[in-house]
């Protein structure tokens, strides 16, 4: 399904919360084991996340807990940019959307890929709906395109992701 863009000082990144009775969020636990950053692929997901199915198309988030969701859009960064998701916009929600926003150049060539949205609300539960506008995604020219580029050719983690959890974990299918 083809999405049409909603940009306004930035491109608004709405939240995809229906998934055929899947799972549309992971909530992180509050004690589990230590994770060794140079093991790829290789922790369990249920050791450190719980799966979350959204109800009737939404989602109620928590002060004090950790969550990972999906952009809706699929996201393109061309070879002479660069984007970066706003953390926190008062317009949008009391929640911050997004820790590790940077997106490199090359991101989603060709056909996009989706966000994987780290959200926290601040002080009281937050109800997300689906499609409701979770972040805006800033892009930003570079001063010359660069040698490489983010994407297959140089076996990006993300590219071409889904609803994801970093390399650290086994790929659950």
Request: with cysteine; aromatic share 10%.
């Amino acid at each position: 399904k083809i999405i049409n863009p909603v940009i306004s000082s930035g491109l608004k990144i709405s939240v995809d919360l229906i998934n055929d009775n899947s799972i549309v969020a992971y909530k992180a636990k509050k004690k589990c084991p230590v994770l060794i950053f140079n093991q790829n692929k290789k922790h369990k997901v249920s050791d450190f996340w719980l799966p979350l199915k959204s109800q009737q198309g939404s989602l109620t988030i928590f002060p004090g807990e950790f969550y990972i969701l999906k952009s809706k859009q699929k996201i393109r960064i061309p070879k002479k940019m660069a984007g970066e998701m706003i953390p926190y916009d008062t317009a949008i929600g009391d929640f911050r959307a997004h820790y590790a926003g940077f997106f490199d150049p090359g991101f989603g060539e060709s056909y996009g890929s989706h966000a994987v949205l780290e959200v926290r609300t601040n002080e009281v539960p937050f109800t997300l709906e689906e499609d409701q506008i979770i972040a805006t995604l800033v892009y930003e020219t570079l001063n010359k395109e660069p040698e490489i580029i983010y994407g297959i050719g140089i076996n990006s983690n993300y590219q071409n992701q889904e609803l994801a959890l970093s390399k650290h974990f086994k790929v659950i299918r």
